[in-house]
């Protein structure tokens, strides 16, 4: 079920073009057959990956990409190009790409090009099923990495064999001593690994072959975790279920940091989860009504409201659903809440975490943020709160800040976590 499937032929549909960044796609089935679609825009030499995880009723592009549109003002939009809707120069990915981030997104369960449950579009069996798609999709993604750095280490060790045959292969005192030591240097190390029974996969008896990677080592690169919304939500669930199963024995992930935009911690005309009136009332009308009706569709209405056109760039683009989401769907993102808060014990203290969100939110309760965050138990978090946005901040007017004081908090942890290496080997 972990096999990713490759899809670069696909580069040149109308629904992907060039302007989109041509990113690298894929695809893989999750544990319950559900085709889920994804995709990369990589940069050589990377210094670090960044996941991202859209929201309701978007998708990876669509939320993280530009829109091929003309804003005329703060009402109206008007669209240039159907076909090319999604635009890599200027995003947030084309930032991130410029600071040295390969980027990775999927397109989650009932969105974008992957399937939904039941074979409807926004429709999902448990919201944690969403959760467990990230972590397949973050075990492919640091598989892959592991391969790719094992690949360059064997290709190391061949130039290095290849550079000690010619050198033996010369009558040459001095490089003949310096083949001999290197030798039996290599010859020590392999004795001493094999003595303690590791079994190492970078050096083998064909370092020059390439073989299928199997095994649970976790790639050097950091890993940052980034979810909008409904997304942000999925991110820290994400860290609780980790923590929770510890990755199902395939070993930790090497997860440096995790940014919540807009998080769906607090809806806003809902109480609070941890409220008497949430446990007693809402949660047990949403799985009565969840049950007796779960595919009756929830058509809605509420939209931005503080910047309107913004609402027109989703009825502009042609993957996203215009037909609401399941009953079922809408009683699982309340569970989802609830859960969030239940296992608040399981969120990791090591892992820095980033909440960004707008005290004008129409949709997710700031005061709900806000008072997740003081409960947190963690070594390093921080709230940044913003005034002037409502709730889509990577599209509305002012979320260049937003991507900027991202990408500066990803830089002071690795700063920091350089100067606290250099100190602890002094």
């Known amino acids: 079920m972990d096999e990713c499937i490759s899809r670069e032929e696909d580069n040149n549909t109308p ?5 989109d960044g041509n990113p690298k796609l894929g695809a893989f089935f999750n544990k319950d057959g559900l085709l889920m679609s994804s995709y990369g825009w990589l940069v050589k030499n990377a210094i670090g990956i960044i996941l991202l995880i859209h929201g309701l009723n978007s998708h990876a592009r669509l939320t993280f990409l530009r829109q091929n549109v003309e804003i005329v003002d703060n009402d109206k939009v008007i669209l240039k190009d159907a076909n090319n809707y999604y635009v890599y120069k200027d995003s ?24 939904g449950w039941g ?10 099923d969403l959760v467990h798609d990230v972590i397949q999709y973050l075990n492919i993604i640091n598989d892959d990495l592991c391969l790719e750095e094992n690949e360059k280490n064997s290709k190391a060790i061949c130039d290095k064999a290849k550079e000690c045959t010619t050198l033996c292969n010369y009558d040459n005192g001095s490089n003949n001593d310096k083949c001999k030591r290197n030798v039996r240097s290599n010859n020590k190390r392999k004795r001493e690994k094999a003595s303690k029974g590791t079994n190492n996969p970078q050096s083998n008896d064909k370092p020059c072959s390439s073989k ?18 409904m997304g942000g939500n999925i991110a820290l669930r994400t860290l609780q279920v980790l923590e929770k199963t510890q990755n199902n024995g395939k070993g930790r992930l090497n997860i440096q940091g995790c940014i919540s935009l807009s998080s769906m911690i607090c809806f ?6 941890r409220s008497y009136k949430y446990k007693i009332f809402y949660l047990p009308f949403t799985r009565l009504i969840g049950s007796l009706f779960p595919t009756l569709r929830l058509a809605t209405k509420i939209g931005f409201q503080k910047y309107p056109y913004l609402n027109q760039l989703s009825n502009f683009d042609n993957i996203t659903s215009k037909i609401g989401l399941t009953l079922k769907y809408w009683c699982e993102l309340v569970k989802a809440t609830s859960n969030l808060e239940k296992d608040m014990r399981y969120m990791p203290k090591d892992i820095p975490i980033l909440f960004i969100h707008s005290k004008e939110d129409i949709f997710c309760l700031y005061r709900g943020v806000v008072s997740f965050f003081n409960r947190l138990d963690n070594d390093n978090k921080e709230l940044i709160s913003l005034d002037n946005m409502e709730h889509g901040l990577t599209t ?18 690795k700063t920091k976590k350089q100067m606290t290496k250099s100190l602890k080997n002094k």
């Open 268 to 273: 806003q005309k809902i109480a609070s989860p």
């Open 212 to 229: 299928e990677h199997t095994n649970n080592k976790c790639s050097s690169l950091p890993i940052y975790i980034l979810g909008q919304s």
């Open 396 to 413: 509305e007017p002012g979320n260049e800040i937003v991507l900027e004081k991202i990408v500066n908090w990803i830089k002071k942890l």
């Open 119 to 128: 074979d409807l579009s926004l429709n999902i069996n448990k919201f944690d």
């Open 15 to 19: 629904t992907t073009t060039k302007v």
């Open 92 to 115: 947030w990915i084309e930032h991130f790409n410029k600071n040295g981030y390969s980027v990775y997104a999927l397109d989650l369960e009932g969105h974008g090009l992957s399937d």
